[in-house]
């Protein structure tokens, strides 16, 4: 294995990792926007205001993508294992 090999494989890991991250970050900034800006037009500094919607919109989120989540970390796990005998050379 070179390191070549080494490095494609740490860059699809972190691909991977950013894939499945990014939907659930960006809803939740997204609404942590939007309730940040209701609060500061109308004054109101509740701390639960702005943490039970960013919780309601990642459950949602991960609701509609969860299954596509856990099958692409699925495919990259078993072109993980695959690889192993070849690393094993």
């Known amino acids: ?3 070549g090999d080494v490095t494609s ?4 890991g972190i691909l991977e990792v ?5 939907p659930l970050l960006i809803s939740a900034l997204v609404v942590g926007l939007v309730v940040a800006i209701f609060q500061a037009t109308t004054s109101i500094q509740e701390q639960t205001l702005t943490f039970v919607p960013k919780v309601v919109a990642i459950l949602l989120v991960l609701g509609f993508l969860g299954g596509w989540m856990f099958s692409s970390l699925g ?14 050379r």
């Open 1 to 3: 294995m070179s390191i």
């Open 75 to 88: 495919d990259y796990t078993v072109r993980l294992f695959q690889m192993i005998p070849a690393m094993a």
């Open 18 to 22: 950013l894939l499945l991250a990014a």
């Open 9 to 12: 494989l740490l860059r699809e």
